[in-house]
Structure formats: C-alpha cells, structure tokens
C-alpha cells in the first residue's frame, strides 16, 4: 500500500487541481441563485429533514477536508480554511436570491471538512 503523505512539487499538481475542483463545485452548488419557490421548498425541507440537510453539507465539504489534508494543512488547518470558506459562502448568501444564511449550515460544513481530514489520516489503520 503507497504511503499517503504530502507530495511536492509537479506530483503536489494533482491534488492542487482536484482541490480547486472541489471549490469550484462548493461555489457553484451553494451560490447558484435559486427562484424564491424553491427557497421556500427549500426551507420546508430543511424544518421537516433537518438532520438530512446537516448531512448534505456534511458530505458537501468532505472532499475538501480530504484535498486539504493531502495537500496543505494538518486537522486544525483543514478546519480553519473549511470554516473560512464555509462562512464567506454564508455571508455571500444574504445576497444571492433564493439562498439563505445559516449558522447550523457554517457548523455542518466545517465539519465535513474536519471529517474529511480525519479520514485521510486515518485511513492507513483502516
């Protein structure tokens, strides 16, 4: 089994990309407007399966914890940068129709991301 570890250089490329992939579609997924009907179903939806939409958040900023942790940063710098962009994302949501800010959304994703971490370093015991 490769040991997982950091990786320098052109073979650090890979992890890089896939890291601003995994960015790109957090943005894309969380700052695309939606139609105000939808943001009602939405809200709904978030009352009645509110342990459904802390998972998907959770599951949303897991690959980022991983691409982090390969990359750049151990546990604590996993979570400072999924905290960071998981709050500029809920600041940015005040403004984009159809999106709401939300402080139990900031708490899931950050958590994503530190699960993410967790299982990347982890995952040679298992």
């Known amino acids: 089994m490769p040991k997982l570890g950091r990786r320098a250089g052109a073979a650090g490329r890979p992890t890089t990309i896939a890291a ?3 960015v790109a579609a957090i943005l894309l997924l ?5 139609g105000a009907q939808s943001a009602l179903a939405d809200s709904l939806i978030s009352v009645r399966f509110g342990l459904a939409d802390c998972l998907r958040n959770v599951i949303l900023f897991l690959p980022l914890g ?4 390969r990359r750049w940063a151990g546990i604590g710098g996993v979570v400072l940068r999924g905290a960071l962009l998981s709050a500029a994302i ?14 139990s959304d900031f708490v899931s994703n950050t958590t994503g991301a530190l699960a993410g971490a967790i299982l990347y370093r982890t995952a040679e015991r298992w």
């Open 20 to 22: 601003v992939a995994v």
């Open 90 to 103: 809920e600041l940015l949501q005040i403004g984009i129709p159809g999106r709401y800010a939300n402080v």
């Open 66 to 69: 991983l691409v982090l942790a």
């Open 30 to 34: 969380t700052l695309w407007p939606l």
